[in-house]
């Protein structure tokens, strides 16, 4: 093991850590945060950071640091709602079209590339009016875009594996195709789909904190979940010319999150699947 | 060639038609209209809203009504700009978009080949290393992180540059670094990782027995065969680039068509979101066709089989 790979590792480690603290955030916000969610204090607004405010306050005195604690739930539920939803979807669609195959894989895909070739931005923003800018509706946007993902993967794996020795074998003991299918087939395709679940749990989240940045994202200020870093970041984009500590703090949020998840999907695809490396 | 260019149009024509009967279904399902607003107007003059708009009529009338006019070039009037047609925005802000994607697309490849190239010659070394760490960075940095953090830096803290204007060379520099960013970083890993397996091939040892020098082994030899799959993601990243501008004209107060289209979706202007979403689509069916045209003049290979 060269010095590279011992530096890769430990930037993964740091990764998993990162993710786990997300996690452990969102989850216990209200116990660690050091205010609660609804508190102002109309003496203490546009303070920068100090022992009081760790990461100072905004427009209306309320604490920063708490509001990106809270942050951390929508990000989390927006990131992980998505990835499953997408997972359902994009791999039973996947799997059915590489095992059906012929003109019914052929059909299937088409719309899959249809879907594929077109911005994802644009899919969410047109889907967004139509469920609604709450957190359900958005994640019904984003799992409707990022199941294609999963199809395609899921099929392609399924197209490799139903020739392999093994599938053969059972069949010609009589196993049925479904037996095959469950059976067989997907627990060899379990790999790469865990590969692009981590990776769609960070695309979902900065396609959420980007709509929200854009002012057409979430739409509920009074949220007792907490508000998006993206709605975060856009606040604190307004004031950045007198008040930067605003925007800094929600953008590292959410850079550092993004990169976090990206950094342990390439480790565990590596881990997974050495082939790629 | 012609054949297999006329299939890629009729296939071209074939999303764009699927895209307009899409968008004008879920425009006409969501909920919440364009004449919505805080205080309720009077029965009557909705009914003559929606009788000027012919929203009154049968949705099958409407949806003829505008797939007819989309085919004479016409888009529908605005529901929010009333003294101007949907047509007539576009033509008014899509040159501002297209300079930004454009110049965006020129500066990711100009940076991911040399630098693609650079890391895969010095692979494992220090550079490569450098390189492949900005880039990891720079996939995972959102645009509008990026964009803020140029103006704040670039443009309030040193005063370099300034910002919020849109009319000379100066104010096009941080709006496409913005755009690029994400782009130019996964083009280079992915010219990287090919080059490296492209360097396994027997072509390329063949070359370099021949005595060729490392650098042009790679140059000439292993770079064309590897710009094949770079041109595979020319089409997403198209629509990486388009998406990419609602965010960084809005950031930068750039008057592109990304941002009428943000204004047009929190104005539920619908003629105007429909005109936008298929300007986009007609883009994104343009590129991808460019981008198979061009993989038959890398690999005529490609042409004979289809």
């Known amino acids: 093991m060269n010095s590279g790979q011992k530096t890769f590792d430990s930037v993964i480690a740091l990764s998993a850590v990162f993710v786990a603290l997300v996690f452990v955030v969102a989850c216990l916000a209200p116990w660690i945060a050091p205010y609660g969610l609804g508190g102002m204090e109309s003496q203490q607004m546009l303070q920068t950071p100090s022992p009081s405010h760790w990461m100072g306050t905004d427009g209306l005195g309320r604490d920063l640091l708490t509001r990106i604690l809270y942050g951390a739930r929508v990000s989390l539920a927006v990131g992980l709602g998505t990835a499953l939803i997408s997972l359902l979807l994009g791999t039973t669609y996947g799997l059915l079209a590489g095992f059906?195959?012929?003109?019914?894989?052929?059909?299937?895909?088409?719309?899959?590339?249809?879907?594929?070739?077109?911005?994802?931005?644009?899919?969410?923003?047109?889907?967004s009016l139509l469920f609604g800018r709450n957190i359900g509706g958005l994640l019904v946007a984003l799992g409707l875009v990022g199941w294609v993902r999963f199809a395609r993967i899921a099929r392609g794996q399924v197209l490799q594996t139903k020739e392999l020795l093994f599938v053969e074998s059972a069949r010609a003991l009589g196993a049925s195709r479904g037996r095959i299918l469950l059976w067989h087939i997907l627990p060899n395709i379990v790999g790469p789909v865990i590969v692009t679940l981590t990776f769609s749990i960070p695309s979902a989240i900065l396609a959420e904190s980007t709509l929200s940045f854009i002012g057409i994202g979430i739409n509920d200020?009074?949220?007792?979940?907490?508000?998006s870093w993206g709605t975060l970041a856009q606040d604190g984009y307004r004031a950045m010319r007198s008040y930067p500590h605003m925007i800094a703090f929600p953008a590292a949020a959410i850079f550092l999150t993004i990169l976090s998840f990206n950094t342990l999907g390439n480790g565990l695809r590596d881990l997974l699947d050495p082939k790629q490396k | 060639?012609?054949?297999?260019?006329?299939?890629?149009?009729?296939?071209?024509?074939?999303?764009?038609?699927?895209?307009?009967?899409?968008?004008?279904?879920?425009?006409?399902?969501?909920?919440?209209?364009?004449?919505d607003?805080?205080?309720?107007?009077?029965p009557e003059v909705i009914a003559n809203l929606e009788a000027k708009y012919h929203l009154d009529e049968p949705l099958w009338r409407q949806y003829l009504r505008?797939?007819?006019?989309?085919?004479?070039?016409?888009?529908?009037?605005?529901?929010?700009?009333?003294d101007r047609g949907v047509t007539e925005i576009i033509a008014e802000t899509l040159p501002t978009s297209l300079v930004l994607g454009s110049l965006a697309m020129l500066f990711a490849v100009l940076v991911a080949l040399p630098a693609g190239l650079l890391a895969a010659y010095f692979r494992n070394s220090l550079i490569d290393r450098c390189c492949m760490s900005v880039a990891a960075l720079g996939i995972s940095l959102p645009n509008f992180v990026?964009?803020?953090?140029?103006?704040?830096?670039?443009?309030?803290?040193?005063?370099?540059?300034?910002?919020?204007r849109w009319d000379d060379w100066s104010s096009v520099i941080l709006p496409t670094i913005t755009l690029a960013a994400a782009p130019t970083a996964f083009l280079a890993a992915l010219l990287r990782s090919t080059l490296i397996e492209t360097m396994g091939e027997d072509f390329v040892r063949t070359a370099r027995a021949k005595g060729l020098k490392e650098i042009w082994v790679i140059a000439k030899h292993a770079l064309l065969h590897s710009l094949i799959p770079v041109l595979t993601v020319m089409g997403?990243?198209?629509?990486?680039?388009?998406?990419?501008?609602?965010?960084?004209?809005y950031v930068f107060a750039i008057p592109g068509m990304g941002r009428f289209f943000i204004t047009a979706v929190t104005d539920r202007d619908y003629p105007l979101i429909m005109g936008v979403t298929l300007v986009y689509t007609t883009l994104l069916v343009?590129?991808?066709?460019?981008?198979?045209?061009?993989?038959?003049?890398?690999?005529?290979?490609?042409?004979?089989?289809?």
């Open chain 1, 100 to 127: 059906k195959g012929g003109n019914w894989d052929h059909l299937l895909m088409r719309v899959v590339d249809i879907f594929y070739g077109l911005p994802d931005m644009l899919i969410f923003i047109l889907l």
């Open chain 2, 236 to 249: 997403p990243l198209a629509a990486a680039l388009l998406t990419g501008s609602f965010v960084v004209e």
């Open chain 2, 37 to 42: 607003s805080e205080r309720k107007l009077p």
């Open chain 2, 286 to 306: 343009g590129a991808n066709l460019i981008v198979d045209l061009l993989y038959g003049l890398v690999d005529p290979r490609i042409i004979r089989v289809e």
């Open chain 1, 221 to 227: 200020p009074y949220s007792s979940w907490g508000t």
């Open chain 2, 1 to 35: 060639m012609l054949h297999l260019l006329l299939k890629r149009c009729l296939h071209g024509l074939l999303v764009l038609w699927v895209v307009a009967t899409l968008t004008f279904l879920l425009l006409r399902i969501a909920p919440g209209g364009p004449f």
């Open chain 2, 66 to 82: 505008y797939l007819g006019g989309v085919a004479h070039g016409d888009l529908g009037p605005s529901y929010k700009y009333l």
């Open chain 2, 146 to 164: 990026l964009g803020a953090l140029l103006i704040w830096g670039v443009a309030l803290q040193l005063g370099w540059l300034q910002i919020g």
